[in-house]
């Protein structure tokens, strides 16, 4: 595989999977006085755009990175309502 | 434009720009007890990578992009370690 390749690959499991430890957080203390709600507006806005993205040009690997990345991100905007 | 870049360009600025107000939070009420450390490191490393990717494929858009959401992480990754 090229070099450059397995950069953006490392890239893309990185940022997709950086939202997971915070989901974890969130669920087990349920304080989410410090998040920012406009944020994860904002983040569940844009992920969900790039997943619509990502359907329109059938294009796999970014329907599957984005609906990681989305339902991590869902998963932390529940929350922060749930636990407001 | 075409309707579909259109789609793209805004899923692109929802996410870069998410960042920017659990930035701005954090940085008035210097509380970070509910953030992820680990989140903000995986991130960093993450849009760190994008941008190297960004740079070595010379992609200009990449390279905005991500060099925008990189500060923004990495001002809230300095708060969090600053007020720990």
């Keep these: ?11 893309v499991i990185f940022t997709n999977a950086s939202f997971l430890p915070q989901a974890i957080k969130t ?9 920012s709600l406009g944020m994860y507006l904002m983040l569940a806005t844009g992920l969900f755009l790039w997943l619509l993205y990502g359907i329109l040009i059938k294009d796999f690997p970014l329907i599957l ?3 990681i990345s989305l339902t991590f991100t869902l998963t932390i905007l529940f929350l922060i309502i749930r636990y407001k």
Tied chains: 1, 2.
């Design 1 to 11: 595989m090229e070099l450059i390749i397995l950069l953006g690959l490392v890239a």
């Design 27 to 35: 669920i087990k203390t349920k304080h989410t006085k410090d998040l």
């Design 65 to 67: 990175s984005n609906g």
